[in-house]
């Protein structure tokens, strides 16, 4: 014969009462229905109401003894014959205050369904801050209630199922609503634990669970709590951050003057962060006078799997290293984007205030950066790519780009502007880098790589000229454009700009004045995918033939010179050009040609001599000029820039001579030449 053993708990505090629908498998057959009331018996708030029914006949199982049995009409309570019969929030009905009774419409019940039977012994169980469904915890504390009293029961039916059909009542009341049940005497003094588990739980969220109790608890136990939280025992607030994922659990003791329960065991299961927002970010911060001296910056940001961050900001020529932590959250199982509120703290300067989103689903990073007076914004990608289990296949390889003027820009022909093409390599790596080689119109190095986006975008950022100016600019390498699904025609573009502040040191020579300081300079990037040509196999698929190619320069002061550079010459499947003779007619300038069939970088040198009216003894002035490019071989051309310091001129202040003349930038262009 089995035992009931009511768990030893006493109600000392009322709480209010949620309304609810009983939960009740419904059929054709269901028949029994009934208005269950108890008064005035103190419940605690979000209380579960639960009808077992005992088919056995050999007593009830208590519910310390089924834990893990979900709490749904219709289940065995553990592995014993109990079966619940009805599920239901308590909620408050007349002549009930809140908290000091129930009254529940209960059906209809459906015995066949349920597999009980007329004339079973029924008991009332309520548990407290419980909802449907949930399984009962290990530990759990409850209140529970039966009598065979018919004296203190009100209603055409006792605590067992009535005959079946029809409708009934069953009321248990104390003096104060006409019964004479004393619902305080049958209490003990043990504390009752109000807890429910917690929910929507994810790394990096702020957590704060409330113990309760009653019976007044004086002291509050934990133990085994996950890590980063931490408990107040005097006030039972358990809070922190949660900073490890997986399935928890925790034991819960209260004390009050009487006693100590429990102990209760509550469940936490912590989801992970979504792996699109842990590992690097970088991103591109769009230039402002007041934080980056216009110079652009950079954000260097790397997550944890327990929420923490460190990272690095560049604003123009400086950099600072911070910490900080994801500010996760997770609704009804699913998660939102984190965010972080990042203060970067600088010497003699005010703190750099970065706040920041992290897009789960595009593997993005935006937000804005500012020091309290300047803002400006800061956008960039996850590094998604593995080498071994996520390879940018699309998108790897070698590229060859040039750079461009924006025509809508009008910059082209003025002098205070480098005329040249500035160019770039590109290697996309296996494991999603983009990593940039080349040089600007004016010569400035560019040397820099980045995370490729998770479509093939990158951004690119590079101070130059000592801190004095920079390069910024985003575009994507377009994966198959072609869409006959191989990546050989992939291409690169982008939208890069350029300035360079004035030069204090009078050794400049290379625009000293500086450009693109009231607006930078539009660089406009296309590329393409390059392969170096087969052995025995002309670069860019000229013809094998005298005169294949020519040599065309403009701009960089050209003009005022008394011979140019320009040259038609033939192409060959070697490193060289076979150049017309050197100084002659159809070479007057001494043009050389060179080209490194694996990069398809091209370079090369020319002298001009220009008469000098001002010395006998030097009738010439001399002046070697050099250019530097690279080729597009779907375009059958190349382009780059060539360096060219300009005629002395004593007309300026100070007069300039050959060794400080200022050097401009004109534009080289190697193609098939015009028949």
């Not at 970088?282 to 402002?288: I, N, T």
């Amino acid at each position: 014969m089995k035992r009931f053993q009511t768990v030893p708990f006493k109600f000392a505090f009322l709480a209010a009462i949620i309304a609810g629908t009983c939960s009740i498998p419904v059929s054709a057959r269901a028949s029994v229905t009934f208005e269950f009331q108890m008064g005035a018996m103190p419940i605690p708030g979000n209380s579960l109401g639960v009808l077992v029914a005992d088919t056995g006949g050999d007593g009830f199982t208590s519910p310390q003894q089924a834990a893990g049995t979900a709490l749904v009409a219709g289940n065995a309570m553990g592995s014993g014959d109990d079966r619940i019969v009805a599920v239901f929030p308590i909620t408050t009905g007349d002549p009930f205050a809140p908290g000091n009774g129930f009254a529940e419409f209960v059906g209809p019940v459906d015995y066949e369904s349920l597999g009980v039977a007329e004339g079973e012994a029924l008991i009332f169980y309520a548990f407290p801050v419980r909802s449907m469904g949930e399984e009962i915890r290990r530990g759990e504390s409850f209140v529970s209630f039966r009598t065979d009293q018919s004296a203190s029961i009100v209603g055409n039916m006792g605590f067992t199922l009535p005959e079946d059909g029809g409708s009934y009542v069953l009321g248990v009341f104390d003096p104060d609503f006409g019964g004479d049940t004393d619902f305080a005497e049958i209490l003990p003094d043990t504390p009752l634990i109000t807890v429910a588990d917690p929910v929507d739980l994810i790394v990096g969220k702020d957590f704060e669970l409330q113990l309760g109790g009653t019976g007044s608890p004086t002291l509050y136990l934990v133990r085994g709590l996950p890590p980063g939280l931490h408990y107040d025992r005097l006030t039972g607030l358990i809070s922190g951050r949660l900073i490890r994922s997986g399935q928890f659990q925790f034991r819960v003791w209260i004390r009050n003057d009487a006693a100590t329960s429990g102990p209760l065991t509550v469940s936490m299961d912590v989801a992970a962060l979504p792996d699109e927002v842990v590992g690097n970010f970088q991103g591109l911060v769009a230039r402002e006078a007041g934080l980056n001296e216009s110079l652009g910056g950079k954000l260097a940001l790397r997550t944890g799997r327990d929420g923490r961050l460190t990272g690095r900001l560049y604003l123009g020529g400086r950099s600072y290293g911070f910490r900080g932590e994801l500010d996760a959250d997770i609704v009804s199982g699913v998660p939102v984007d984190p965010t972080a509120a990042i203060t970067i703290n600088r010497r003699g300067l005010a703190p750099v205030e970065v706040d920041l989103t992290l897009d789960i689903d595009a593997e993005t990073m935006a937000g804005s950066v500012g020091d309290g007076v300047d803002t400006t914004t800061v956008e960039g990608y996850h590094q998604g790519w593995h080498s071994r289990t996520n390879r940018p296949e699309a998108y790897e390889g070698y590229y060859t780009s040039l750079l461009d003027f924006d025509a809508t820009q009008g910059l082209s022909g003025d002098a205070a502007v480098p005329q040249g093409n500035g160019f770039a390599a590109l290697t996309v790596t296996r494991g999603g880098v983009a990593r940039w080689q080349g040089r600007m119109a004016d010569g400035a190095s560019v040397s820099l790589a980045g995370i490729l986006g998770p479509n093939g975008e990158y951004f690119v950022f590079r101070t130059l000229y000592r801190n004095t100016g920079s390069v910024l600019g985003t575009g994507m390498v377009i994966s198959d454009p072609g869409n006959d699904g191989g990546y050989d025609d992939n291409t690169v573009d982008g939208l890069w700009d350029w300035l360079k502040q004035a030069q204090t040191s009078t050794r400049v020579r290379n625009y000293r004045d500086g450009f693109g300081v009231a607006e930078p300079v539009r660089q406009v990037v296309s590329g393409e995918r390059y392969f170096p040509p087969a052995r025995g196999e002309i670069p860019m698929g000229f013809p094998d033939q005298e005169g294949n190619a020519s040599l065309l320069f403009s701009e960089g002061g050209l003009g005022d010179a008394e011979m140019n550079p320009n040259v038609v010459f033939q192409l060959t499947a070697g490193a060289r050009g076979r150049m017309p003779t050197p100084g002659e007619v159809d070479n007057p300038a001494r043009t050389s040609f060179s080209i490194n069939r694996r990069t398809g970088l091209v370079s090369g040198a020319f002298l001009l001599q220009d008469t000098n009216p001002d010395s006998t003894t030097q009738p010439f002035f001399r002046r070697r000029g050099s250019y530097r490019g690279m080729i597009l071989p779907s375009q059958r051309m190349g382009a780059g820039y060539f360096l060219l310091g300009q005629l002395p001129d004593d007309t300026v202040d100070p007069p300039t001579s050959l060794g400080t003349a200022p050097i401009l930038s004109g534009q080289v262009v190697v193609e098939e030449p015009v028949p």
